[in-house]
């Protein structure tokens, strides 16, 4: 099983945190408002077997920058296509919870 890597990039000038691992479609798994990546470490490596997982700290969240920024729905789908594009990714399925 892979332990997820946290890395990092920045987008629009702000440092963006992300666990990645495995290989395979890509999932990227969504935390909910006031959470962050360490959310999904009880299924992460274990999908990692088949898919490469993404689980990213969304700004202001776990170890993502928390600058004086726009929160809104709209802002953060923004900052994770560009983190995808960033990433060199065009498709991928969603998970998410309480967002």
Do not use: C
């Amino acid at each position: 099983v892979t332990t997820p890597a946290l890395r990092f990039r920045t987008i629009h000038g702000h440092r963006r945190a992300f666990r990645i691992a495995g290989s395979g479609p890509v999932v990227v798994l969504l935390h909910g408002m006031g959470d962050s990546s360490t959310t999904w470490e009880p299924v992460h490596a274990k999908l990692a077997q088949r898919f490469t997982v993404i689980a990213p700290d969304m700004l202001g969240h776990g170890e993502s920058d928390k600058p004086r920024a726009d929160y809104s729905l709209a802002a953060f789908a923004n900052g994770l296509r560009d983190l995808l594009i960033a990433l060199e990714i065009d498709r991928v399925t969603l998970v998410g919870h309480s967002l």
